[in-house]
């Protein structure tokens, strides 16, 4: 069994002139939940439908499992659970006989389990799909998701719709199922919980795979701002600490970004004379908005 | 191994449940329809239509059938399979059944999650036309049951010739007694067997399967259900007017060798039971009159065409790109 449970090469798919995914390489290793980030367009749900066997690749190579969904997409899907982003279910259905239905399509389905998690989620299950909210949908689809045992799960915005008590819940099943193994791939536009959840996290620009990030280096990144008292002053940070500081001065404001552990650092920054400091974490924002501009990365 | 089966029973049980209503509403009305109109048949006596038919000879071409066979029970019973009711109920299922497969369930978003899981497209294109293609020979045995049940049930009063008297040289006949003229009941069923029209139901079958395999494949390459029945529409009313225009103009003639609507025979099959027996319109050999082909291909082309359209669908279907729910 190799360690990576997802991998791509290449992948390109385009539609006439217009490229929806371009050149595309990564992996996902198993056992920890990875993060697709991008604005919308960028590609996300189409490297996730690329996987899934719903389009086809223009070029590059794909697999689940060691399996290319062109050549056995059934035995690729037995070892997904797939949440799509705007997730539709038979109208004429009620709940329980969607979950019932799903959970007898997949052979690693499991009714009873589908129906714990749509109590977690707080959703009665007598109602008619037609009949149900946007929010109640996105619930019973995630009950639909979660029911099924299996060792990769893929969601596609899964928090959409829902209010921020039930975001928690899904989060917790999202690292209920890491604990137990599990691998998750998880699209969001909400960067509070990338940071809460993912190990790594895939940036996609315009088709492109911009940036790879592991979190626990993120958590390592620092961004100290405060006020210079004189003008002209010697900012210069010692030899051993030189490279992992960036400094940028605008006027008597200095903005200092860190990278690696703080404490070495601290002694410097108490030497420059500085005045109101404040030193935050540098967070998934920051360097979302790098890639989302087409800056350069540091990380 | 690729592996994955040919139908999926839970897809199988959910289209049930889908069509179900569909099914149950135009099985009681080609039922109903069926019956009442063998009813309706023993009301009137075609006898004292028969100078009024004489007058149209000319347009008996534009008939299904001919004339002459409207005067007996079997062909006016037979005539069921072309009625518009009959007709309109097949055509509804096949349409509504075929554009649901695929652009059916892209447009109402559900293809994804369902595709999602471990089956095959294949397996839900034939799972779907399992259900379709019972469905709609369960329709046509409704007819058939109809007719059946019309039969058994309808009861006759038929005048009892009088003793007449042929005048010689004249040939006028005349009655040898000025009562009002005995009439008996009889029951329908002595003069009409419902096995004969089980070819002419196998037809509608036929008619039906085409029609199906049509909507499937416009179906299959679509993602909006409303154009899909737009265009199944159009092609129907299109074959119509061309079977209309060859049969009404000698220089258009070769219109009717392009429309299916030439292998929908179902009240020539009747006929051909009542002249050459209940074998006759399953020959494979035999050619009728006014036929260029044995009596068994007409209904087998539409079958293979509609074959040929499932085929077709699956491999577009299973080749082509998904698009996201709109």
Known sequence: MTPDIVVTEGLTKRYGDFTALSDCSMSVVRGEVFGLLGPNGAGKTTLIRLLLGHLQPTSGQLSIDGIDPRVDGVELRKRVAYLPGDARLPRHMKGGAVLRFFADMHPSGNLDRSLEVAEILELNTRTRVAFMSTGMRQKLALAVVFGVDTPLLILDEPTANLDPTVRGNVLNLVMDAKRVGRTVMFSSHVLSEIEDTCDRVAFLRKGKLAHRLAMKDLYQRHRITALVDQAHANMEAPETIASRIHTTIDGQSVAIVTDGDLAPMLSWVDSLALSQVRIEPLGLRAVYDAVHTGQAVAL | ?326
């Not at chain 2, 074959?239 to 049969?247: D, E």
Request: aromatic share 12%; net charge neutral; glycine share 6%.
């Open chain 2, 1 to 326: 191994m690729i592996s994955g089966t040919l139908i999926d029973r839970v897809l199988i049980r959910k289209y049930i449940g889908q069509s179900s209503l569909l099914f149950l509403s135009c099985g009681a009305a080609m039922f109903a329809f069926a019956w009442v109109r063998v009813w309706v048949v023993s009301l009137l006596d075609m006898g004292q239509f028969q100078t009024i038919l004489e007058q149209f000879r000319d347009f008996e071409k534009f008939a299904p059938i001919s004339f002459d066979a409207l005067f007996t029970y079997v062909g006016r019973v037979g005539m069921t399979y072309d009625e518009p009711i009959v007709i309109l109920c097949t055509v509804i299922w096949c349409v509504a059944r075929g554009s649901d497969v695929v652009s059916g369930e892209l447009g109402r978003g559900t293809l994804e999650m369902i595709l999602s899981q471990p089956i095959t497209r294949k397996t839900l294109l034939l799972s779907h036309a399992t259900v379709s293609v019972v469905g709609l020979a369960l329709l046509c045995l409704c007819v058939w049951a109809g007719i059946g049940a019309g039969v058994y049930a309808t009861t006759l009063e038929e005048s009892i010739e009088q003793p007449s008297f042929r005048i010689p040289i004249i040939n006028i006949d005349v009655p040898l007694t000025t009562d009002s003229p005995e009439t008996q009941t009889i029951r329908l069923r002595d003069r009409v067997e419902v096995e004969t029209y089980a070819s002419s139901t196998f037809h509608l079958f036929a008619f039906g399967f085409f029609l199906l395999g049509l909507a499937t494949l416009l179906s299959s390459m679509d993602r909006y259900r409303w154009r899909t029945v737009g265009t199944v529409v159009a092609i129907y009313v299109a074959q119509l007017v061309m079977f209309g225009l060859g049969k009404a103009a000698p220089t258009l003639e070769w219109l009717l060798s392009m429309s299916f609507f030439s292998c929908y025979k179902p009240q020539k099959m009747t006929s051909m039971v009542v002249s050459d027996g209940l074998a006759a319109p399953w020959s494979v050999t035999s050619i009728p009159p006014d036929c260029a082909l044995p009596a068994l291909f007409y209904p087998m082309i539409l079958i293979g065409l509609g074959l040929s359209f499932y085929i077709a669908a699956t491999i577009i279907f299973t080749r082509r790109d998904l698009p996201a729910p709109l």
